[in-house]
């Protein structure tokens, strides 16, 4: 049973993996057996977290093609294969509603969180189908959810969640498979100021049935299950890991 979940011998990137999410699946897939390119936007932290975590660290601009074609070809060349990709780099931008939308906020937005992950994935493709390969893009419960103040992050992430249906359709008879993830309200280092808010963390809990933030390890559980044999039949799905926020009358 346990070899259902095992990535032995898998060759993998992740995109914003120097902290919160992305290092937590970046770990999991470590831990899992899996060799795993670390990248972020920081140079100097891309380099510090792949020497803490024994593996090859490329930095990467994600709203840059060029970079992200360098980024892949990197991982290739270090590897020597690419079997895993999870699409995580994203920026939340300046909350508020449309009507006072920030334009140019708002094409950063999507660049970064969208954008970025239809390039990723192009560039990509050619690899994970030589040896029927899995990607994974980061997506989020506030795609699934209205809301009056994060505008152009929600409208990328339900995006996000399209990608993965859409390639999963596209790239199923090359035996490839693409899902998308959607973490709810997940403790990390940039919810802190959050989970330090009582009125928030009040109403928020009673919005969530198991009454409780969640990890990033416990994102990081279901990317694994995605990239493994034990989520071999798994693909075009958008796997929301929220605690049931997104089911719950809040009663």
């Given at each position: 049973m346990s070899d259902l979940f095992s990535l032995t011998?898998?060759?993998g990137l992740v995109t914003g993996s120097t902290r919160g999410i992305g290092r937590a699946i970046a770990e999991a897939m470590i831990a899992a057996g899996a060799q795993v390119v670390i990248s972020s936007e920081d140079a100097?932290?891309?380099?510090?977290?792949?020497?803490e975590l024994g593996q090859v660290g490329i930095a990467c601009d994600v709203s840059d093609d060029a970079a992200l074609g360098a980024l892949v070809t990197g991982t290739v060349a270090a590897l020597g294969g690419l079997d895993i990709v999870v699409g995580n780099a994203g920026i939340t931008g300046r909350p508020g509603p449309f009507?006072?939308?920030d334009l140019a906020d708002y094409a950063r937005v999507m660049a970064i969180n969208l954008r970025s992950?239809?390039?990723l994935a192009n560039l990509a493709r050619p690899h994970l189908a030589k040896r029927a390969g899995s990607a994974i893009f980061i997506a989020s419960l506030s795609g699934l959810r209205g809301n009056g103040a994060i505008n152009a992050y929600a409208l990328a992430k339900a995006g996000v969640a399209q990608l993965a249906r859409n390639l999963a359709v596209?790239?199923?008879?090359?035996?490839v498979r693409a899902n998308a993830i959607s973490p709810g309200f997940i403790a990390t280092e940039l919810s802190q100021p959050l989970l330090d808010n009582p009125d928030f963390m009040a109403r928020r809990m009673q919005m969530t049935p198991l009454r409780r933030p969640g990890t990033p390890a416990e994102v990081a559980g279901?990317?694994?299950?995605?990239?493994?044999a034990a989520g071999g039949f798994?693909?075009?799905?958008?796997l929301v890991v929220d605690g049931g926020t997104l089911i719950t009358d809040a009663s």
């Open positions: 011998g898998r060759r100097a932290d891309t380099e510090r977290v792949a020497s009507a006072s939308l992950q239809v390039v596209e790239w199923g008879p090359q035996g279901a990317a694994v299950f995605l990239a493994s798994v693909t075009g799905h958008n």
